[in-house]
Structures are given as C-alpha cells and as structure tokens.
C-alpha cells in the first residue's frame, strides 16, 4: 500500500496528508472546487504529492480517505472506489448538516450510511475524534507515550490495513468493534478529542452513552 487518496482537503485531510508524505507514502488530494485550488498543498507536501479530482484521488489510492461534510457523502464516487479500504473520518452536526431521521433515532451510524453509499468496499471508522492540530502535533515516532485512536469496521482486514497505516503515521489503535458501534467515539462521548492512551481509550469506550451529544 502506497498510495493514499483524498476525498476532502480540509484541516484533517490536509494534516493527514501531510503525515502520510512524512511516512514515505504517495498522496493524490482532492476537494470539491476542483485541482487548481489545491496548488498551494501540493507545493508544500513535496515531490510525493499531486492534486486531483475526487474520482482520480478514488482511482488512484491504494487507501482511500473521506473527510468531507457528512451531508455529502453521497458524493462520493462509488465506482472507483469498489473492493477498497474507505477511512471515514465524518461526524454528524446537524446545525451543518440538517437533520438525518436515520442518525437521529440511532437506526444507523454516520459510517454506516457511508458503507451504505459504497457497498462494494470496505469503510474503516478513523481520526473523527481528533482535531487537526492536535493530529499533526501529536504523533510519535517511538512506541512510548503514544495517543490512541480507535477505529471501527465490518472488515478484519481492512482494520488491519487502517491500523498499520495509523501506527506508522505515529499513533497507537484501539479496534472499537463493527461501524454500528462507532458511535462510542462520537462528539458528546467521554473519548472525542480527548488526549487518552490505549488503556483510557478503552475506557471512554466502555463509559458512552448512546444518547450524549
């Protein structure tokens, strides 16, 4: 695996962009007003860098990472995007995104209708609980002193692919079940944006309530 594509450009798509190409990975990054916009990124993460549009960043990534509004998830290109890994970075704010029935009476998890949109691949629940200055200050090299993030997914190996990529880009991983538990991490939840470590981690997750937030 190395390529990373970008559905999204914005502070936690840009940030991760920016480790992924510290990690030694190639970026494709692309957003919805179109390449040209994305001139000023591209320049900065380097040679190991290129702007797109969505259905070349779907294309292109070997992994594939979605950080865009959850309104828009519709968006998304399905098609190239078939048999692979998805990192789903979105949260649900209704005052952004209107009210979504589904989410609203805890039917489903905003990963979920995502893996409903692309049915052929496999979605990994991943970085919504960290903001995007604490995602780019806050990996670590070594394996001491090291925040946890935690991921969720249906795919055991897709799990594994979003793990080795997470640890390599500086950051320990807690596997937090199946998409219709993801919502333990969510805004309102003991463990968003919280600076925890894996035992911590496991805690938050124990200690969410389904109904905060």
């Given at each position: 695996m190395t390529t990373i594509g970008f559905i999204g450009s914005g502070h936690i798509g840009a940030t991760l962009a920016r480790l992924a190409v510290t990690a030694g990975y190639e970026v494709v990054v692309s957003n919805s007003r179109g390449p040209q916009t994305l001139v000023d990124l591209v320049a900065e993460l380097g040679e190991h860098a290129r702007a797109a549009t969505a259905?070349?960043?779907?294309?292109?990534g070997d992994l594939v990472i979605v950080t865009i509004p959850l309104k828009n998830y519709r968006e998304v290109p399905a098609g190239p995007l078939a048999g692979k890994v998805v990192i789903d970075t979105n949260n649900y704010y209704p005052q952004r995104d209107g009210q979504i029935a589904a989410l609203d009476s805890h039917r489903s998890t905003s990963s979920e209708l995502l893996q409903a949109h692309l049915p052929t691949s496999r979605v990994v629940k991943a970085f919504n609980h960290i903001n995007s200055a604490d995602l780019g200050s806050q990996a670590t090299p070594g394996p001491a002193g090291?925040?946890?993030?935690?991921i969720a997914g249906h795919d055991a190996a897709a799990k594994s692919d979003v793990a080795?990529?997470?640890?390599?880009?500086?950051?320990?991983v807690l596997d937090a079940g199946p998409l219709s538990e993801s919502w333990r991490i969510e805004p309102g939840t003991p463990g968003y944006n919280v600076r925890l470590d894996t035992a911590g981690l496991t805690g938050a997750l124990a200690a969410a309530k389904r109904n905060i937030g």
């Open positions: 259905r070349q960043a779907a294309e292109a090291r925040r946890a993030l935690a080795a990529f997470i640890d390599r880009i500086g950051y320990d």
